[in-house]
């Protein structure tokens, strides 16, 4: 465009570029969805019909986004990780955010008559806020994950045995709040066991693991040498692929599958069976049964 007099308003524009070789975190969470579930009858402590259009929304940011290596969802919030090695709109914060945000939300909104036929979304419509927080290093990143993860079991554990008391032991909130001020993880275990005969440990995967998302190739055999954690291995400038075999690795990747899945990822294990996704090479396309 000719240069104008009013060209120089550009220049106010503040850079917002994320730091080089970092793990970057981007996590949404709904706005006001305490409400929202309300206005909706989210069935409580978990309605598995909203797990699954997050779930179904986030699938589709990482089918549209490669870059996004990994995700984990629970409850109203979801991380996508991008890989260090990302140079999507040159790792600018602003851009990066807002486009997952806006991708994301606007799959929730298109795939909500999928998973509520019967109650059609009614102004207010849903939205989600975002930020963009950077991890150095794998372990980092790792304990991130962690964190959400234990977050999920601990959140989970204290909402079914809060509604169990209300649903099942007739308590108002009120109660059912006094009741688990100051009790453990055993205490609660032991009130749904001795009281409803409910076992925590058969609750769905879903509600007491969150849900990750990737592409999913061919198991790895985990070995305790594994590359998939080496940290040096992986937190070394990359070097830069050809430019055929980066066409490569891009076609591979799109013709992976994203699944969902309800498993533990604070072990080892997780990350050397799918070295891939720290790795960011694509594995060996699984073969369809
Ligand atoms: P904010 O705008 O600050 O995020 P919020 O009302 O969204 O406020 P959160 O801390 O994000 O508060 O909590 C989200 C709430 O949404 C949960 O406490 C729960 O009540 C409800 N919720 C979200 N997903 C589900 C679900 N699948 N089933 C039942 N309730 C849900
Ligand atoms: P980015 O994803 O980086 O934002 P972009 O392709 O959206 O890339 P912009 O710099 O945002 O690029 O420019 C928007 C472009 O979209 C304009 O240059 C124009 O070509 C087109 N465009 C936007 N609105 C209209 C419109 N109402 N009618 C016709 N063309 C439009
Ligand atoms: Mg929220
Ligand atoms: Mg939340």
């Known amino acids: 465009m000719a240069n104008s007099k009013y060209e120089y308003v550009k220049s106010f524009e503040q850079p917002d570029l994320l730091l080089p070789n970092t793990w970057i975190v981007i996590r949404i969470d709904g ?65 990066l955010v807002t486009t997952i945000v806006s991708m994301f ?74 009741e688990l001020a100051g009790t453990l993880a055993a205490d609660k275990n032991e009130i749904l066991f001795s009281r409803f005969g409910m076992n925590y440990n058969n609750e769905p995967d879903i509600y007491k693991k969150g849900s990750i998302v990737f592409r999913d190739y061919e198991l790895v055999e985990a070995t305790t040498s594994s590359p998939a954690l080496n940290e040096e291995a992986l937190t070394a400038p990359e070097i830069a692929l050809s430019k055929t075999q980066a066409e490569k690795e891009r076609k591979a990747r799109q013709k992976a599958k994203v699944v969902v899945q309800h498993v533990d990822f604070i072990k080892d294990d997780f990350w050397e069976q799918r070295p891939w996704i720290l790795s960011n090479r694509p594995g060996k396309i699984k073969r369809e049964p």
């Open 31 to 95: 706005r006001g969805f305490h409400k929202f579930s309300d206005k909706y009858a989210f069935k409580k402590p978990n309605d598995r019909r909203a797990l699954d259009l997050m779930n179904a929304a986030a699938e589709r940011v990482l089918i549209e986004l490669p870059d996004v290596v990994v995700a984990y969802g629970i409850s109203d919030e979801y991380s996508f990780v991008l890989h260090r090695s990302c140079t999507l709109f040159e790792r600018r914060s602003s851009k």
């Open 105 to 178: 939300s606007a799959y929730y909104v298109h795939l909500w008559p999928s998973f509520f036929p019967y109650s059609p979304l009614t102004f207010p419509l849903p939205g989600f806020d975002g930020r963009a927080v950077q991890y150095p290093t794998v372990q980092n990143l790792r304990d991130y994950m962690s964190w959400r993860q234990v977050d999920c079991h601990i959140n989970n554990l204290y909402n079914t045995t809060f509604w169990t008391l209300i649903q099942q032991g007739g308590m108002d909130a009120k109660a059912a709040e006094a």
